[in-house]
């Protein structure tokens, strides 16, 4: 079993930032990936970014290239830094693991999820 637990999100203005933080604790390997995917309301779960634990490859959606960085932290924590946020972005952001890292970008193919974390841009 994994636990994935998100923080960081929250209410900001069009042209903002902020940090989101992805803690990860029990069967966890070096081999798996970890990504993030948002979901606004009434849409489907959508890939933004992903990264491999191990070498450190990472992978981002064309929506996210140039605005938001994925990085690994200690005690097996992921972070997302966004910023040049858009009022396109609000949507529930959730961190996920997976086994299959191949299928970085598709939802279905991760095996564990956080609670997810809520990101409001305001125009």
């Known amino acids: 079993q994994v636990q994935l637990v998100e923080s960081g999100g929250g209410l900001v203005q069009a042209g903002g930032s902020l940090r989101l933080s992805c803690s990860a604790s029990?069967?966890?390997?070096?081999?798996?990936?970890r990504g993030w995917f948002r979901q606004g309301a009434g849409k489907e779960r959508e890939f933004v970014v992903a990264i491999g634990w191990s070498a450190g490859t990472t992978y981002y959606a064309h929506s996210a290239k140039g605005r938001f960085t994925i990085s690994r932290g200690a005690k097996n924590t992921v972070y997302l830094q966004m910023n040049s946020l858009k009022p396109e972005d609000t949507a529930v952001y959730y961190c996920?693991?997976?086994?299959?890292?191949?299928?970085?970008?598709?939802?279905?193919?991760?095996?564990?999820w956080g609670q997810g974390t809520q990101v409001t841009v305001s125009s």
């Open positions: 996920g693991i997976t086994p299959r890292g191949v299928y970085y970008n598709d939802y279905a193919q991760y095996d564990y």
């Open positions: 029990g069967r966890t390997s070096v081999t798996y990936v």
